[in-house]
């Protein structure tokens, strides 16, 4: 099963696991990191999540077909689908689009300063 985590990580926490896994030769599994809380929220909205949701229901469809179901503007969500494309959590083959994991884990910690 093809999972991946999207979470909020440093720059450096991200480039200690790619570090270990060249070390070890060993997977560390699939991250989407996000320097900020903000950045998460601003990328990941409710509509993109619905839309992702859709995908992993139906499977590879076209924009067109995909807007039609969410009941929405095809522009709009083409705009999301980009957005989605660029970070790797949507990918486009030819003129369809699909979610190519089953499972998307997503989590942050809020932590007390020191």
């Known amino acids: 099963m093809r999972t991946v985590t999207i979470e909020v990580s440093s720059l450096r926490k991200s ?6 896994a060249w070390n070890t030769r060993e997977p560390q599994g699939e991250f989407i990191s996000f320097d900020s809380l903000e950045a998460l929220l601003r990328t990941l909205t409710v ?3 619905e839309l992702i949701q859709e995908l992993q229901d139906i499977g590879p469809v076209s924009i067109r077909a995909l807007a039609r179901r969410l009941g929405r503007d095809v522009k709009n ?21 699909s979610v190519p ?10 932590r007390k300063a020191a």
């Not at 480039?15 to 270990?20: D, E, I």
């Not at 969500?77 to 689009?97: M, P, Y």
């Open 77 to 97: 969500v083409h705009g999301d689908v980009t957005a989605l494309v660029d970070i790797g959590l949507v990918e486009r083959t030819g003129q369809r689009v």
């Open 101 to 110: 994991y089953e499972e998307i884990r997503a989590g942050f910690a809020v």
């Open 47 to 49: 509509k993109r999540w």
């Open 15 to 20: 480039l200690a696991r790619a570090k270990r």
